[in-house]
């Protein structure tokens, strides 16, 4: 063993052998040689050779994180609301021991995220990666992060427990947010280059970063698995629709969720948006490359401020994907029945408890600061009811409908009777696009059903979440707890068996597009047959699967299925 525990990496840059020094990996197991595209020994260093520059990350006993590291170049100036650009390469070795700031963001919803900034210069991403891993090149989980595409971080998400327990190389990225992040404007959008979704193009240009470099990771470019949450996961639907991803990725994991419900914005409107984004600016109403300089200029306090509160976006902010007919050709849902897809396996669901997350975020928001928070009351359910689901997309008698299904007398509170008839929305949403998905692809549905998961929400008298949309993410990065305000609760002993059961199953699935590794139990691949089991469900006791008959009357999508317009 060398002297102070340090091992040296051997590179080869150009033809011309140079030294790099590796901190705190010990023993000649470590060693290892590393070039882009070039073969390596067992083990993986402590310092990589990207095709970007070296970059020289933390090694600990179970995984090596290499932190902040850039894949484009600030997106500031002239390149502000441009496609991202690659990154300059660097001379000498990048330190990537710590997180990158967060991009710009306003609403922060309650204990979800934060803090706000204006930070633009923010794409940047991490890679973890097991200390001792086998001599083969490891799958690779890229993460998106959720956050409504206006908040969230990839600094929240560690992915240590991921990497090292199931074996994987795993990347948690950042990606323009809110009015930086997708925004269309003719002034911008009459320029000649790709628009509007500049977060999506940000995730493939990350992914094409994780292409030309993750073999010196030690992980497999031609095995990478597309995974994100929430927003995250509607960003991964947009890229399996999107011809700009072909070939970037190999399976697509939804966490809550690829929905068929889901539209985004047709390119009119969305420019309508933006020319009233500009006008409040101060740009002016014009079209021309005037206003695109003026917004270019602008401080970014100023958009930030028109970006909206803490509470929610403002109606500037477009929340989805804009069909610019480049990077979205259609409605996603369009896309996929007509079999214009990037065509891997999938993995989609749910949580239980899905809309207890938004009804916490309402809860922490109307109470004084330090006051007690009650849960929404019966007033506020009818009320809700009565002016949401008689929206253009819903059939007549669908509100009422619900309330025969759903009455508050039926539950235990009015917030639980809200939570179910949402939640079994969500979930038959899921449902109708994993069929049309299952025709084209192998697709594994299932639903995460631990009610005891902890909160990261302050206490709330009343409130009791459940299996609430985001809990499921630290059974997959542990320690996960929302923002900086988001209090921190570990994992009990049958939780933890859980992490580890989930965690398995997402890596088997980025190893073989079947989370089972091999065979087809516990967790079934879904058919349309009613009688098979399809769907898993994820809860304390040992892996279970429900039919899909069973599904459909747990969540009464018969009844969702009849009420929402052209599925």
């Not at 979800?112 to 090149?137: I, M, Q, S």
């Not at 030690?218 to 994100?228: C, H």
Request: net charge neutral; aromatic share 10%.
């Amino acid at each position: 063993m060398l002297p102070g525990c340090a091992a040296w990496l051997v590179a080869v840059k150009a033809g011309v052998a140079f030294t790099l020094a590796l901190a705190g990996v010990c023993g000649p197991a470590s060693l290892a040689i590393a070039s882009p595209g070039g073969a390596r020994a067992t083990g993986t260093p402590a310092v990589v050779e990207t095709h970007e520059g070296a970059v020289k990350g933390i090694a600990g006993k179970d995984v090596i994180k290499f932190l902040g590291i850039p894949y484009a170049e600030p997106p500031t100036g002239a390149l502000r609301w441009m496609p991202p650009k690659d990154r300059t390469p660097w001379t000498g070795i990048r330190t990537a021991t710590q997180f990158a700031p967060i991009c710009a963001l306003r609403t922060t919803l309650g204990a979800f995220a934060g803090p706000a900034n204006d930070n633009e210069d923010c794409l940047y991403l991490n890679v973890f990666t097991p200390t001792a891993r086998p001599a083969e090149k490891l799958p690779v989980i890229v993460f998106v992060h959720g956050g409504g595409n206006f908040t969230g971080d990839a600094a929240s998400y560690d992915g240590s427990a991921l990497a090292s327990g199931g074996k994987v190389v795993v990347v948690t990225i950042q990606y323009r947010l809110n009015l930086l992040g997708f925004l269309a404007h003719p002034a911008l959008d009459n320029e000649g280059h790709p628009f509007g979704n500049y977060g999506i193009l940000d995730q493939q240009a990350a992914l094409r970063w994780v292409r030309r470099n993750i073999d010196g990771f030690g992980g497999d470019s031609n095995n990478v698995t597309l995974a994100g949450q929430s927003a995250g996961a509607l960003d991964t639907m947009v890229n399996l629709v999107s011809p700009l991803a072909a070939g970037l990725f190999h399976r697509a994991i939804c966490q809550s969720a690829c929905l068929a419900t889901y539209e985004v914005v047709s390119r009119e409107a969305a420019e309508a948006i933006g020319v009233g984004f500009a006008a409040a600016a101060g740009c002016g109403s014009g079209m021309g490359p005037d206003v695109a300089r003026c917004l270019r200029g602008l401080p970014a306090s100023r958009i930030a401020e028109l970006s909206g509160t803490a509470q929610a976006p403002s109606r500037f902010v477009v929340q989805t994907g804009i069909v610019d007919g480049t990077i979205l050709p259609d409605q996603p849902l369009t896309l996929f029945k007509n079999g214009r897809f990037n065509r891997v396996p999938v993995m989609n669901g749910t949580t239980q408890d899905e809309r207890n997350f938004t009804l916490a975020i309402m809860t922490y928001f109307t109470s004084a600061e330090n006051a007690l928070r009650t849960p929404p009351t019966k007033d506020h359910y009818l009320q809700h009811i009565g002016s949401t689901y008689v929206a253009p997309g819903f059939r007549e008698g669908t509100a009422a409908g619900i309330l025969e299904l759903y009455p508050p007398a039926a539950f235990a509170s009015p917030y639980m009777a809200w939570n179910r008839a949402a939640s079994d929305y969500r979930a038959c949403d899921v449902r109708t696009l994993v069929k049309i998905l299952a025709r084209q692809v192998p697709v594994y549905g299932y639903q995460f059903r631990d009610r005891t998961a902890p909160s990261y929400f302050p206490d709330m008298p009343g409130m009791h979440l459940g299996a609430y949309h985001t809990a499921d993410l630290q059974y997959y990065f542990p320690g996960w707890h929302g923002g900086p305000t988001g209090m921190a609760r570990p994992l009990n002993g049958k939780q933890r068996e859980l992490s580890a059961r989930l965690i398995s199953a997402w890596a088997e699935f980025a190893r073989t597009g079947n989370p089972n590794g091999s065979g087809s139990g516990p967790w079934p691949r879904y058919t349309e047959a009613a009688d098979v089991p399809g769907w898993a469900i994820q809860d304390l006791s040992a892996w279970s699967a429900v039919t899909d008959d069973e599904y459909v009357r747990d969540h009464h999508c018969r009844f969702w299925d009849a009420a929402v317009q052209d599925y």
